[in-house]
């Protein structure tokens, strides 16, 4: 598999393409989230991927959450979602640490606003639907940003404190205080 797509190549910023359901088990799907899957498992900081970053314009994203050196207390979780869409955010927005597999191989991080909770419709890999499912903290956070890149969007462009902006040595020393402060 190539290399994760990163900032500045013109597939992030476009809207992914839907796909069919016939399409949902086709091998060129299967081929798509064995990449994504490949591509988020192969990379230490790697929670979530989405199509676009592997220069495929389709909606689709993995949730592949695991212990990473930034967030060592992280609970596993695995998802395949298709054609995601959110269809309400719940609560008030916080201010969250993001970072993104395609801002290089060593990311930055930054403060956005997500919410901790959403409510969302989705297909899984074997042509599921999923509708009005909540999902809730770590969970939430990452599916709104993997969604924001099925629309084009990536994570500086929801930056709302252009002073937290730290690289990975300082985010992982930050996160360690934090963790052995509990």
């Given at each position: 598999?190539?290399?994760?797509?990163?900032?500045?190549?013109?597939?992030?910023?476009?809207?992914?393409?839907?796909?069919?359901?016939?399409?949902?088990?086709?091998?060129?799907?299967?081929?798509?989230?064995?990449?994504?899957?490949?591509?988020?498992?192969?990379?230490?900081?790697?929670?979530?991927?989405?199509?676009?970053?592997?220069?495929e314009s389709k909606?689709?994203?993995?949730?592949?959450?695991?212990?990473?050196?930034?967030?060592?207390?992280?609970?596993?979780?695995?998802k395949v979602v298709?054609?995601?869409?959110?269809?309400?955010?719940?609560?008030?927005?916080?201010?969250?640490?993001?970072?993104?597999?395609?801002?290089?191989?060593?990311?930055?991080?930054?403060?956005?606003?997500?919410?901790?909770?959403?409510?969302?419709?989705?297909?899984?890999?074997?042509?599921?639907?999923?509708?009005?499912?909540?999902?809730?903290?770590?969970?939430?956070?990452?599916?709104?940003?993997?969604?924001?890149?099925?629309?084009?969007?990536?994570?500086?462009?929801?930056?709302?404190?252009?002073?937290?902006?730290?690289?990975?040595?300082?985010?992982?020393?930050?996160?360690?205080?934090?963790?052995?402060?509990?």
């Open positions: 598999m190539d290399k994760i797509v990163e900032f500045g190549n013109d597939i992030l910023r476009k809207k992914a393409g839907n796909v069919k359901v016939g399409e949902f088990k086709s091998e060129e799907t299967k081929r798509i989230i064995a990449e994504l899957n490949e591509a988020c498992d192969n990379n230490k900081y790697g929670v979530g991927i989405a199509a676009p970053q592997i220069g909606a689709i994203l993995v949730i592949r959450i695991k212990k990473t050196p930034a967030r060592p207390d992280r609970e596993p979780f695995d298709i054609n995601p869409k959110i269809i309400e955010y719940i609560g008030k927005p916080t201010q969250l640490w993001d970072g993104c597999l395609s801002s290089g191989d060593d990311p930055v991080f930054a403060q956005t606003e997500r919410y901790r909770k959403v409510k969302v419709n989705y297909y899984d890999e074997d042509g599921k639907f999923h509708e009005g499912e909540i999902l809730s903290d770590f969970v939430a956070h990452v599916f709104q940003h993997e969604t924001d890149h099925l629309n084009g969007m990536l994570f500086v462009d929801r930056i709302t404190n252009s002073k937290s902006w730290m690289s990975n040595k300082e985010y992982i020393k930050m996160m360690s205080r934090k963790s052995s402060s509990k």
